[in-house]
């Protein structure tokens, strides 16, 4: 059974950055497109960035040019570098195997004016 373990939300300024990285254990990490949502109080679920098994990215509208995912295999690991945050980047971020809808457990990232 997959599972993910999200690292190193926190709390941050505006103007700063953060890393967050996803360690996926199991063997599908490979060849599985993985994926950031965040999710801020009383809004909806929203995709942030998209990584496929060949590097293919994808990117919200509010994060392109600020956020960067990339992965690296090796470790079964997915980053999502978010640089510039905003008051209204401030949200669950959570990691998934989008190829297999598999979550997890979610990491609170909150950003200050």
């Known amino acids: 059974q997959v599972q993910l373990v999200e690292s190193g939300g926190g709390l941050v300024q505006a103007g700063g950055s953060l890393r967050l990285s996803c360690a996926a254990s199991?063997?599908?990490?490979?060849?599985?497109?993985m994926g950031w949502y965040r999710q801020a109080p009383g809004k909806q679920r929203e995709l942030v960035a998209l990584?496929?098994?060949?590097?293919?990215?994808n990117y919200a509208y509010s994060v392109k040019g600020r956020f960067t995912i990339s992965r690296d295999n090796a470790k079964n690991t997915v980053y999502l570098q978010m640089n510039s945050l905003k008051p209204e980047d401030t949200a669950v971020y959570y990691c998934?195997?989008?190829?297999?809808?598999?979550w997890g457990q979610g990491t609170q990232v909150t950003v200050s004016s």
């Open positions: 998934t195997v989008e190829t297999f809808n598999i």
């Open positions: 199991g063997n599908i990490f490979r060849i599985s497109t």
């Open positions: 990584i496929t098994s060949g590097d293919s990215t």
